[in-house]
């Protein structure tokens, strides 16, 4: 079985529910994330400040937000279901082999100081839930800092998602705190827009970490992963910048990213992402930033690529099924499977 491993992103403010779909339901005097499956369902109660947002105008409501805002300003009873269902999440990555498990408040709040608080509490209810290691992702040092200095020492070492060459300030913050690192190839006022500025980036990037002691394995480079949906090129860049990183810095080194963002704006995003991993791994990735119960070492050995969805989602991350027009036609015709 080949490696894969799993950065669990699942407890991350950005996350959706659609209003009205399996997971938003009418409970009591108003609505609720129902959770729990074959356990049986438990009800995280929606305050009404969300249903007054935009997002809920569209259709959607941020689960994660709500379960912060619940464990941090709610009554009692909101308290404890705002914990039980982090606990839940936590424990269901977990239990799907996932790595670390990626904490993100950055859309709780626009005030920084609220945020280092949600990002404290979080980190510890999901410590309380599982095993793992957190991965502390903020575009801001302080909400960094803030993750970090409550992760459980005695466990194996936290992550930062992410250091780069914008972000150059969190690679002091990740040393000090002995974390592993997402490098990110990102530029410093721009993203690469090719495999050459990927490279170039990363390139200067990683003497910046040897200077500090991360090196080796504590390396997580991130090529970044932009959407197929947008340019037929992206998942192909994408992949030949894992090649030429492997390549590069050898076998010592982890190679991960957003892989799920691949498929943003396409049908049968479960297919897409999972067909887009087996061929990151076979470029020489060995990790990634996904849904485990979606994508994991287990799934990955399963993949069939003898059958046509895999054919179809391939053809369309390569570039050879320009602008995706048989992918999509196939999903219009129900002949992807269950996807």
């Known amino acids: 079985m080949k490696t894969l491993i799993v950065v669990g992103e699942n407890i991350h403010c950005t996350r959706v529910y659609k209003v009205g779909g399996n997971f938003v339901k009418p409970h009591g005097d108003g609505h609720a994330i129902v959770y729990g499956g074959k356990a049986g369902s438990r009800f995280l109660p929606i305050p009404g400040r969300f249903l007054e947002t935009a997002d809920w105008a569209a259709g959607k409501v941020k689960h994660c937000a709500v379960a912060v805002w619940q464990g941090l300003y709610g009554d009692a009873a909101g308290k404890a279901a705002a914990v039980d269902y982090l606990s839940h999440l936590a424990a269901r990555q977990e239990a799907t082999d996932a790595s670390f498990l990626d904490v993100n408040v950055d859309e709780f709040s626009t005030d920084v100081a609220e945020r280092c608080r949600a990002i404290k509490w979080v980190a510890e209810v999901v410590q309380a839930a599982s095993k793992l290691p957190l991965s502390i992702d903020s575009s801001n040092e302080a909400i960094l800092r803030a993750g970090l200095e409550?992760?459980?020492p005695k466990r194996a070492r936290p992550m930062v998602n992410s250091v780069s060459l914008e972000r150059q300030?969190?690679?002091?913050?990740?040393?000090?705190?002995?974390?592993?690192?997402?490098?990110?190839?990102?530029?410093?006022?721009?993203?690469?827009c090719d495999t050459a500025q990927r490279l170039a980036n990363i390139n200067r990037l990683m003497p910046m970490l040897a200077a500090v002691g991360i090196k080796g394995s504590s390396v997580y480079v991130d090529p970044l992963v932009f959407p197929v949906a947008?340019?037929?090129?992206?998942?192909?860049?994408?992949i030949e910048a894992v090649a030429e990183i492997r390549k590069t810095y050898g076998p010592e080194i982890h190679i991960s990213g957003g892989l799920s963002n691949v498929s943003f704006g396409m049908p049968a995003r479960k297919l897409i992402n999972q067909v887009f991993t087996w061929m990151v791994v076979e470029a020489g990735g060995d990790s990634g930033i996904l849904d485990p119960l979606q994508m994991n070492a287990k799934i990955l050995a399963a993949v069939d690529t003898t059958t046509e969805p895999f054919k179809l989602a391939k053809g369309l991350l390569t570039g050879e099924d320009l602008f995706g027009a048989d992918f999509i036609t196939?999903?219009?015709e129900g002949k992807l499977g269950g996807e």
């Open 169 to 192: 300030s969190s690679i002091r913050v990740a040393a000090e705190f002995k974390a592993v690192v997402i490098a990110s190839a990102a530029g410093e006022k721009d993203l690469p």
């Open 150 to 152: 409550v992760c459980d």
């Open 230 to 238: 947008t340019d037929s090129n992206n998942a192909q860049s994408f």
């Open 330 to 332: 196939a999903h219009r």
